[in-house]
């Protein structure tokens, strides 16, 4: 029998994650936060998938966090913000050597989950998937992409990578993962606050060359003297590349900042601040672009972190 995959998160990845697992006959629980949630959960009937077209619901099992059952398996799919919290809120029910993948954007909250426990096995995710819902408990697979996972202190991959293979998820095991995601924070960074000031698709970013090519080169700077030159490497060029491949869409932090809801500045571009300030390092563009989207938050009345 396969170990239970339990998934903490039930966002757009979270849910694609477990109807993918459900659909290959595998063991999935859903971990929803309260009784309330868990009721609406259950009178919708699992979770709808809606792939090419196609609409399939499948009937995972969804717990709240007292349940009683063991925590071999664990993926945090939840905002980065939320991680700290919400396992601890599980950890009476964590087994000593529970594997924990960690799906957050940015960096700062890996770290913080695995000095909290210590005795687990924490891998870092980093993913270009992308997915949507549609309403609670409908989730879209909006668009094809590559999950990269690893663990900076164990290089060995897990055997349950071949769950991810038998549920469809593309992947790979990645020996560099922080690598990996120190680039994808370089370009969270260079993109998405700038969408958000300008109130525009990443598309719209062609019209700011200058001041995207600016924080490339500080964004650079930044990541060699943190010790990660092969993540700096050609960075402005993939930054273009992918404002142009994904002209037609809105970043995670405009989406956010459209439905009023927390962003994830911390652990982006004020994780990059702090490094920076850290290193003492003068990054005047990427400092001011704290400032003016803190400014752009608060005028909204959302959170500054």
């Not at 993926?75 to 000593?96: G, M, N, S, T, W």
């Not at 096995?121 to 992409?145: I, M």
Request: proline letters at 5%.
């Amino acid at each position: 029998m396969s170990t239970t995959w339990h998934i903490l998160g039930a966002g757009s990845l979270g849910t694609l994650w477990a109807a993918r697992l459900a659909r290959a006959g595998l063991p999935v629980r859903l971990i929803l936060r309260n009784q309330t949630r868990l009721a609406s959960y259950q009178s919708a009937g699992g979770l709808t998938l809606v792939e090419h077209g196609e609409t399939r619901t499948y009937p995972v099992i969804g717990e709240t966090p007292d349940s009683q059952e063991p925590i071999h398996r664990l993926l945090v799919a939840c905002k980065a913000y939320d991680a700290e919290a919400a396992i601890a809120q599980l950890q009476q029910r964590l087994v000593p050597n529970v594997e924990l993948i960690l799906l957050q954007n940015g960096l700062g909250s890996q770290d913080a989950v695995a000095a909290q426990l210590p005795q687990a096995r924490c891998l870092f995710a980093s993913s270009t998937e992308g997915a949507f819902r549609e309403g609670d408990w409908r989730v879209v697979f909006a668009g094809h992409g590559y999950t990269w996972l690893g663990d900076a202190a164990h290089p060995t991959p897990p055997l349950w990578l071949d769950d991810l293979h038998a549920a469809g998820i593309p992947h790979a095991w990645s020996t560099d993962i922080l690598t990996r995601l120190w680039r994808k924070l370089a370009l969270n960074c260079a993109i998405n606050p700038l969408t958000v000031l300008y109130q525009c698709r990443n598309g719209g970013l062609q019209d700011h060359h200058c001041e995207v090519a600016t924080l490339c080169a500080e964004l650079s700077e930044l990541l060699e003297c943190c010790g990660q030159p092969a993540a700096a490497l050609d960075l402005q060029d993939e930054v273009e590349r992918v404002i142009h491949a994904t002209a037609a869409n809105y970043s995670s932090m405009y989406q956010d900042v459209a439905n009023a809801r927390r962003t994830e500045i911390s652990y982006l571009l004020g994780y990059a601040c702090h490094a920076a300030t850290r290193h003492q390092l003068n990054l005047p563009h990427l400092q001011q672009l704290q400032v003016r989207l803190v400014d752009e938050l608060l005028a909204r009345g959302l959170p500054r972190d």
